[in-house]
């Protein structure tokens, strides 16, 4: 039998185990043209958390009694599809199931296998890394000798966005919610600093860690990190706006103080999503995969075994029990 | 005897006349290099709100017991520096007295005369017009077919921005204190659109006039306004702080809510402060000084007679009553 994970009612706050069940299925049948394929890796994301509610967000919602669906890299087992033979390695957006079909192939990508790991094409030779780049180089132009802060630096991003910053010559700050995260940005990431958030205040870490201020914060969070930011940032400060995590919506959506930074320190605060820059992806892997290769840059994954541990795996991403990229993998390579 | 208006408390909250006197003072006396003017035109400018408060803000504060310091223009009427004639005609950041010294002719500007009228040297051809220009054109980046709204549009640099966002050709939205200026607004300066925000909702004004949504905002006032434009920006929307009039310090700051729309559509909100712009401003007056002489930009002025007409002439300002550029007359040009 084949397996898998359904959402089967909406989290309010928190998310729990009682949101999900692991479900026996049926094997999936394929059509002319049909794409079979096992998965092997599921990957777990922030923004998962949004597809969760019933409200509209940038993402369409998941459906109660239907498989979670995030970025999936997976083998093709059979293939009625020209484009695709048996034993490629392919990513989509995929059911959270071990086996499943794909209508004509549509939406697959093939994983060029020689680039790096197959589990880097969903996260750092995939979107999550574009993400770190966009926003970091791009949006935050970090010129050498400036000071960069990051939230959630020890996550998917965040541990990208600073080593990218640091290539660019700025004095990299992180912060996360573990002394274990902390450790990992300083001794392993080359993080110039890097506080936990949980142990005290983020605006007297700020004052030791960046006595010149901040030219660049890599919002992933909002809330009162962003305001902490804005009170910490020097004149000219660019803010990347990568995530608002600590706020879904705007009822229960206590606002954000001290805007007026903005003007004061002709501060450019902007938003992006990385759907908007999918074709840079391709230029973006050649840059970046030699850096991986020798070693350079590194990369965390935080690899759960199991679907049947999917869930359990997806709520203690969120509440930030993973250092790096945590994925779930459901079969051998 | 020479007069003078001076700042004689702080005020909290609205400035009333109590804050202000008019005195009676000695004549000024130069040294050598020294220039000495006779002062034609006050400029009453919004900024010098948050110049009678006591904290730090992007400008020095007032002392108390000295004059109040606004744009000036002024005659020459007496010089011992060779870089001034009497009748020339200048500007600089002078005293609000009819006569003053200013040592070495220090920050002094000489107005070429043949550009326009000399009182546009301290709005439309002056730093209040280079404002509109930087925000509505080099950060608003509007292009034909966008739609740009205007806050604090019948105001100095609000009529600038929708005429340049207008010729740049985007279909402008303003919104004003008063029916009034909304008229002024749509019959003079060519707003496709414009309404009174004292009268109703933000929300349904800008679902009327804006029924695409925003591309561009040229932020005047911050609060809720901004917040109403964040719910009708479009994807891609830019949106330039020029000014946040309705939130003076963090502590008595509501906050702004909904700043997710950020992120989930990707816009880009900048401040900025004309100073860091003042290298602009000869290639700005040689673009818009054949507008104005040719009647194609429209800017309007409020003149407001004599020197003890000042104190109200601000607080009105600042009250909204006038309509385009108020300025004090103290001396026949």
Redesign the interface.
């Known amino acids: 039998m084949n397996t898998r994970i359904v959402l089967t009612k909406r989290p309010s706050g928190w998310v729990d185990e009682s949101c999900f069940a692991v479900q026996d299925c049926a094997e999936p049948v394929g059509g002319p043209g049909d794409v079979l394929l096992e998965a092997i890796y599921l990957s777990t994301d922030p923004y998962l958390r949004g597809r969760m509610n019933a409200g509209p ?2 993402a369409p919602g998941f459906e109660i009694g239907k498989p979670i669906v995030s970025r999936v890299v997976a083998r093709v087992i059979a293939s009625g599809n020209s484009r695709f033979a048996v034993g490629d390695v392919v990513w989509g957006f995929l059911d959270w199931a071990l086996r499943s079909v794909v209508p004509r192939g549509e939406g697959l990508h093939k994983i060029d296998t020689t680039l790096g790991r197959i589990s880097h094409a969903v996260s750092v030779l995939g979107m999550p890394g574009l993400t770190a780049w966009v926003g970091a180089i791009e949006i935050g132009q970090p010129a050498p000798g400036d000071t960069a802060y990051i939230s959630s630096a020890a996550g998917t991003v965040g541990q990208l966005a600073g080593q990218f910053a640091k290539r660019a010559g700025a004095r990299v700050v992180g912060s996360a919610g573990g002394d274990d995260k902390v450790d990992f940005l300083r001794d392993r990431c080359g993080f110039d600093a890097a506080f936990n958030y949980k142990t005290g205040s983020i605006d007297e870490a700020l004052a030791e860690h960046c006595p010149q201020g901040l030219d660049l914060y890599f919002d992933n969070v ?1 809330g009162s990190t962003l305001e902490a930011a804005l009170r910490h940032a020097r004149v000219g400060a660019r803010i990347p ?4 995590i600590s ?4 009822v229960d ?21 990385i759907y ?1 820059h999918v074709h840079k992806l391709a230029a973006y892997q050649a840059r970046v995969a030699p850096w991986l290769r020798s070693g350079e840059l590194v990369f965390q994954e935080d690899i759960v075994q199991g679907i049947e541990q999917a869930p359990a795996a997806l709520i203690g991403m969120m509440k930030g029990e993973a250092i790096g990229k945590r994925l779930v993998q459901v079969a051998a390579e």
Chains 1, 2 share one sequence.
Not at 247 to 250: F, G, L, P, T, V
């Open positions: 967000s940038y909002g706006v990568c995530g608002m706020a879904y919506n705007e959506d206590p606002g954000i103080k001290g805007l007026q930074a903005l003007l004061t320190k002709r501060i450019a605060m902007t938003g992006f999503i908007d």
